[in-house]
């Protein structure tokens, strides 16, 4: 089983009215060729329009005919539709958590986040790939939505079992302990 089926395969579990369906190249409205690795993303996983609840704010994964008008706000200015001088041509936003982006690097083939609200985009390279991203917020939104309020502690911090069980699911798939750990940093789980 590929990765994007089990990523599929465990958000269908915990929310079984999200959408996934191929999505062909033809779907795409951006302004250059779609980047092979997006392609594949939209046929193999495809998610249309999919919610997963995180630690906070929710990841949003959109469908491909919908991508490029989430390029507004951060390569398109929303009321005059023009370019903003300073993101990278290089960078496509892929899918969002509270309008922080995760961006597919179009030269590289890999995945960065950013916090929006800090003046200037300063990504930082998160997973090596659109399936780790996947298989990551699908490993998120099923610990989430297994806790359900008991997630968090009283001071709303997440308790260590949840942690813990990210950390360790997101390594048996990254193969890398410190890997997971950096990556559950940058999502604010500690």
Known sequence: MSSYDTA????????PSAVFRPQPPTD????FQLPDAVAEYFTEFGP??????GYGNPY????LAGLWSRQIGYRI????????????DDWLVIADEGADPFIFSRSQGTILHA????????PHEMFDSLAEMAMTFAIIGDIVASA????????????DKYRDEARRRIAEFSGSNDKAGAILSRLGWG
């Open 148 to 159: 359900g309020r008991s997630l968090t502690d009283d001071d709303s911090m997440i308790l």
């Open 8 to 15: 599929k395969q465990i958000i269908r579990r915990v929310y």
């Open 77 to 88: 200015h929303g009321h005059t539709h023009e370019h903003i001088e300073d993101w990278n």
């Open 28 to 31: 795409w409205k951006g302004e």
């Open 115 to 122: 916090y929006h609200g800090e003046g200037v985009w300063e």
């Open 60 to 63: 949003f994964l959109p469908s």
């Open 48 to 53: 249309v329009d999919v919610t997963i609840r």
